[in-house]
């Protein structure tokens, strides 16, 4: 229509979209004021080690507490943060308090320390200085290496796969171990698997939630955690919610899990009370 109104680029814009954009540009510049004022939070969802039912550390997952919108999900401000270029300094963020957080748990308590995960936007593998940044902050919280995984999905496997090759290599040559998150919904062949120095699949949830209701789903479970198995990687089942697949997925062999079964992400509070008490979930 455009053309037939002799109008611009944006004549064919119903205003129900600038509405839209506008609202996008405004949720952009709150996001920049968050991020400078410090009012981002995280929240940490316990991983639970099926053989012992103990947990043994937490995903880090970041929150926005919006003044006038209320909570704000990962889901629809990660893409904002990644289509401007924040994710940089927002992911170095989210390391930063994630490690601190971690090293703090360490201290507290007398037992084994706490695993801390961190997502990794593939937008993160862009920049060269990933692994830099990633020692810096490590250096800075006085985190070990060995204790901190990073997520990323398939994605970071699929595209620029050359270079982000080379960015795991030296990511792992810092200490730390890499999963491949929501495993099974992305497109990574078996080859990539075995080249790039994955340690963990995280199974997704979709697979977990049709789990016995759904054959298929069921086997391609079983088929990732033997995968997993074979490549010698741990693997973690996501969003478990019932006994039934907590079940089914011990019978597989499954080593890790997560899922409101267990708890769902808490504020730091709540997840350092779970850890200290030596929770058994
Ligand atoms: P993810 O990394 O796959 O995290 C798991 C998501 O599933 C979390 O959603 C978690 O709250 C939710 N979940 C966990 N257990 C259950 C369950 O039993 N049932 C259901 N229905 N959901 C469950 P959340 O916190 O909303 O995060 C969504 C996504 O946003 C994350 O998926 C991750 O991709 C992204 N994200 C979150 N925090 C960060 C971050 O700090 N950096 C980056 N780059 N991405 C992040
Ligand atoms: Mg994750
Ligand atoms: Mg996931
Ligand atoms: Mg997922």
């Not at 699929?158 to 491949?180: P, S, Y």
Request: contains cysteine; charged residues 25%.
């Amino acid at each position: 229509h455009a053309k037939a109104t002799g109008g611009g680029v944006f004549s064919s814009y119903h205003p129900r979209m600038r509405e839209g954009l506008a609202d996008r540009l405004e949720l952009e510049s709150d996001l920049r004021a968050a991020l400078e004022n410090g009012d981002l939070r995280l929240h940490y969802q316990p991983t639970v080690d099926l053989a012992t039912s103990q947990v043994i550390g937490f995903e880090a997952l970041v929150r926005w507490p919006h003044p006038t919108r209320g909570m704000i999900n990962p889901l629809d401000f990660i893409p904002i943060a990644e289509a401007t270029g924040m994710i940089v300094p927002l992911g170095r963020w989210v390391l930063h308090e994630a490690c601190r957080q971690a090293v703090a748990w360490a201290a507290a308590g007398d037992g084994p320390p706490p695993k801390m995960s961190v997502n990794v936007s593939v937008r993160q593998f862009d920049r060269a200085d990933l692994s830099e940044m990633v020692t810096q902050v490590l250096t800075d919280t006085g985190m070990p290496a060995d204790r901190l995984c990073l997520e990323m999905t398939e994605s970071v496997l699929m595209t620029d796969t050359e270079a982000n090759l080379e960015q795991l290599l030296r990511l792992k040559a810092l200490g730390l171990t890499l999963a491949i998150d929501d495993f099974g919904t992305g497109y990574s062949s078996l080859a990539y698997l075995r080249r790039f120095p994955v340690d963990t699949l995280k199974i997704d949830r979709s697979f977990v939630e049709r789990l016995g209701v759904i054959a298929d789903d069921t086997a391609l479970t079983d088929t990732i955690v033997r995968l997993g198995k074979s490549l010698g990687m741990a693997t973690v089942a996501e969003g478990i919610e019932e006994f039934g697949q907590l079940a089914a997925l011990r019978e597989m062999g499954c080593g890790f899990a997560q899922g409101y079964y267990f708890s769902r992400p808490v504020p730091a509070d709540e997840a350092g009370r779970l850890f200290l008490e030596g929770a058994n979930v």
